[in-house]
């Protein structure tokens, strides 16, 4: 199954890294499978993610790394620390005009600020690449984590809508955030986050 996937319609659909204080965002390859496997295999991170399955097995992340390089329309970032994987950003586009952050960390890795430093590396990215005039969010009404870094990075909430959890296997009230170009420009001063190709 993973011999069939080339590593060079990956290299074309997503070449950027972004550099931040403490971490790499880069696209994520075939060599990632098993470390994003290990990484959200874990009901924790599954429950606050909308679209991770749980269990979450080595196919399940080498048919993400596949779906991400063929659909163009979502930029995923694995997160790196100290050149080891702690988890995943990106944007997803495939609604015009109403693009989505998501990230997750593994378990091991909370509380150490990861999330908000990715996620306002992948804001700036979006907001330097797209002329979209907003960003999406939302974080489960029971994660005042996922919350305090949509905060954090400048989001405003916007209210409370249902949202399908595929590890739920139900729908279960996500708090809506949405950051505009202008908030997010007066606040760039926030990152040092450096584009790279």
């Keep these: 199954m993973l011999q069939d996937f080339s590593s060079v319609t990956l290299a074309e659909a997503r070449p950027s890294v972004v550099a931040t204080e403490r971490l790499t965002l880069r696209r994520p390859t075939l060599a990632d499978v098993r470390t994003i496997a290990r990484l959200a295999n874990d009901r924790r991170v599954a429950e606050n993610t909308r679209r991770l399955p749980h269990p979450y097995s080595q196919d399940d992340a080498a048919e993400f790394i596949r779906a991400t390089a063929a659909l163009g329309s979502e930029t995923v970032f694995l997160i790196e620390h100290d050149s080891g994987p702690v988890g995943m950003v990106g944007i997803d586009c495939c609604k015009p005009g109403n693009a989505e952050l998501g990230y997750w960390l593994g378990v091991e890795h909370w509380g150490r600020g990861f999330a908000t430093e990715a996620a306002r590396g992948a804001i700036d990215f979006f907001f330097?690449?797209?002329e979209d005039e907003h960003l999406y969010a939302g974080a489960r009404v029971t994660n005042p984590a996922s919350r305090k870094v949509l905060e954090k990075c400048g989001f405003q909430w916007s209210g409370v809508q249902l949202h399908r959890f595929l590890a739920l296997g139900s729908?279960?009230?996500?708090?809506?955030?949405?950051?505009?170009?202008?908030?997010?420009?007066?606040?760039?001063?926030?990152s040092s986050a450096r584009r790279m190709r």
């Design 171 to 190: 729908s279960t009230p996500v708090d809506c955030f949405r950051l505009s170009r202008a908030v997010w420009a007066s606040l760039k001063s926030w």
């Design 128 to 130: 330097e690449e797209f």
